[in-house]
Every structure is written in structure tokens, then in C-alpha cells.
């Protein structure tokens, strides 16, 4: 069958596969349309395990809210930040946190066999693949999260573009718009400091033990000549500076430096004459605790140019 121009066009606009590619496609499965997009599909499993073994440490974090109600955050990754702000893998990352914010799945491995939204023929995983041959480079999407909340609301806040991403849940009777810009407020905050606990009620014993004996060692090394009632009261201290870091509630507010968050949401809590009370948050942020591997881009343009 001959291979028209028209139909290495439709193909291509299926599938977002080179030029090249269909026209090979087509000839290979005789201009059948459907085996075409099989065969690239096939060939681009086989492009995706080539790249499988590259590093992706760049991309973005995407966050979703439903209702005020039920909320999602994931995490894809790419190998360079050019790909990151390309638009069809920032359409790709949307659309995975619409499919994470409707999936029950519960880890990374259950949300990859979930079908498609927009194609339930298809996995998660078989559209991922896909992209890693029309994008050419390795994509991993790597962690997801979603929050629910049951009696106030839920916002979003998202830094840099997708560097950052964060979901703050809260207890309240009012969700109005001054409750809501309050907790993306406190969503900021998260972004900018990073806290790990949302209070000291979520701090372990054993964390605390752990870090006491930490700040025990540290200061008799720098106080050898103080008496152990001293050292004592100079780890109290010390830990009490730790957990104001770690701890978003008495972490000192970013837009009031007069304030603490805590009483930040007191205030507010004052004004709209409802209880605001924030009961989690999630906070991703690309590509941390990967290892990114450092290359030099002459040498790489030159080792792909054959010099």
C-alpha cells in the first residue's frame, strides 16, 4: 500500500512520534493505522529501556484539589530542566495528577497498572513509556500523595514553578476566601521552611531521646568544665530551638516576624470567627534525595556530534 503524506501526518499527530518514525511505521505494517501506532508503541518500549538507566533529577511537582476536598501531589521526572519546562511533559504531569487525584492506589507500583484516564486501553505505565520515546529522554514518575479532608478544607501552593509543591489540610467551619488565602499562607510557609512536623504532638519520644543525646555529647565536648545541672538546662534550650525549626506552629511567620504561625492562625481564627486548625500538610520538592550526576554539556554536545 502506498504511504501518503496525509497519513504519516494523521500518525504523527496520534502519537507525537518523529516524522521518520511513522513513515517507517506505516510501511512496516502496510498503512494499517492502529498496528502503526502498535509497532511505535513497541519501538518505543524498546527506546525507553535504553534511557531506563539515565538519571532523572530534574521536573516537577504538580498539585490538585478537587471540592476543597480531596487533593493529590506527584512528582515526575525528567533528565534535563529544558525538558521540565517543555509543554507537553508539563501537559504529561498534569495529567498524571488528575489520574492520582481518582486512583486508589497506594503506592507507586499500583498507580502505574491503574488504565488511563483519557485511554482506559492503555496503563499509566504504558503511557509513560510512550512519552520517554516522543520526549527522548528517561521520565520517571516518582511518588504521589493524596490528602482528604473531612471537616474543612484543603489548598494548594506551588513554588518556582513546580520545584515545589504543597498541600496544606485544615479543620475549620469556615471555608471561605479569607480562610483560604490564610492557609496558603501557611502553604508558603511550608514551601520556605520546610518544617517536619506540624506540632510538637507529632514529635516522637524517641526523636526527642535521639536528639537529646545528640545535644548531650555536643555540649560536653564545648563545655567540659560545666557541671551536669548546667548542661542539663543547655540542652533544654538548644532542643527548644530545634523543635520551634521543625515544628510549622511555633516556626517564626515569614510575613510577620512579630508572630509565630500558631498565633498567625489564632489571629485569623479571631477575625473570621471560626477555629482554624491544621491537621497535615505535604510538601514535595524535585528531585531531592536523588543523586544528580554532574556532566559537562560541551563534552556531551561534542561526544554526540562524533568529535
Not at 498496528?35 to 535504553?50: M, P, S, W
Not at 495528577?97 to 503506592?107: F, G, H, L, R, W
Not at 496503563?123 to 520517554?132: H, I, N, P
Not at 509565630?260 to 489564632?266: A, E, F, Q, R
Amino acid at each position: 500500500m502506498a504511504i501518503t503524506a496525509a497519513m504519516v501526518k494523521e500518525l504523527r499527530e496520534m502519537t507525537g512520534a518523529g516524522m521518520m518514525d511513522c513513515k517507517k511505521a506505516l510501511g512496516e505494517t502496510d498503512g494499517d493505522m492502529d498496528a502503526a501506532v502498535e509497532f511505535l508503541r513497541k519501538n518505543g518500549q524498546a527506546k525507553a529501556e535504553k534511557k531506563a538507566g539515565r538519571i532523572a533529577a530534574e521536573g516537577l511537582c504538580k498539585v490538585i484539589v478537587k471540592n476543597d476536598k480531596v487533593a493529590a501531589v506527584v512528582e515526575v521526572n525528567s533528565e534535563t530542566d529544558f525538558v521540565a519546562k517543555n509543554e507537553e511533559f508539563q501537559s504529561f504531569v498534569a495529567a498524571v495528577a488528575e489520574q492520582a487525584v481518582e486512583s486508589d492506589a497506594t503506592s507507586i507500583e499500583a498507580f502505574m497498572t491503574d488504565p488511563w484516564l483519557a485511554d482506559s486501553g492503555k496503563t499509566v505505565k504504558d503511557v509513560l513509556t510512550e512519552k520517554v520515546a516522543v520526549i527522548g529522554e528517561n521520565l520517571n514518575i516518582r511518588r504521589l500523595e493524596k490528602m482528604e479532608a473531612e471537616d474543612g478544607c484543603i489548598v494548594s501552593y506551588i513554588h518556582g514553578g513546580g520545584r515545589i509543591g504543597v498541600l496544606v489540610n485544615a479543620k475549620t467551619n469556615a471555608v471561605n476566601d479569607e480562610v483560604k488565602e490564610a492557609l496558603v499562607n501557611v502553604a508558603m510557609q511550608v514551601a520556605a521552611l520546610s518544617p517536619k512536623y506540624v506540632s510538637r504532638d507529632e514529635v516522637s519520644q524517641e526523636y526527642m531521646e535521639h536528639e537529646k543525646e545528640i545535644l548531650l555529647a555536643q555540649a560536653k565536648i564545648e563545655n567540659p568544665e560545666k557541671p551536669d545541672n548546667i548542661i542539663e538546662k543547655m540542652i533544654i534550650g538548644r532542643l527548644n530551638k530545634e523543635l520551634k525549626e521543625i515544628c510549622l506552629l511555633d516556626q517564626v511567620y515569614v510575613k510577620d516576624s512579630d508572630l509565630t504561625v500558631s498565633k498567625y492562625l489564632d489571629k485569623v481564627s479571631r477575625e473570621v470567627g471560626e477555629a482554624i486548625t491544621v491537621k497535615g500538610f505535604i510538601r514535595f520538592e524535585t528531585g531531592e534525595g536523588i543523586e544528580k550526576k554532574e556532566e559537562n554539556f560541551a563534552e556531551e554536545v561534542a561526544k554526540q556530534m562524533g568529535q
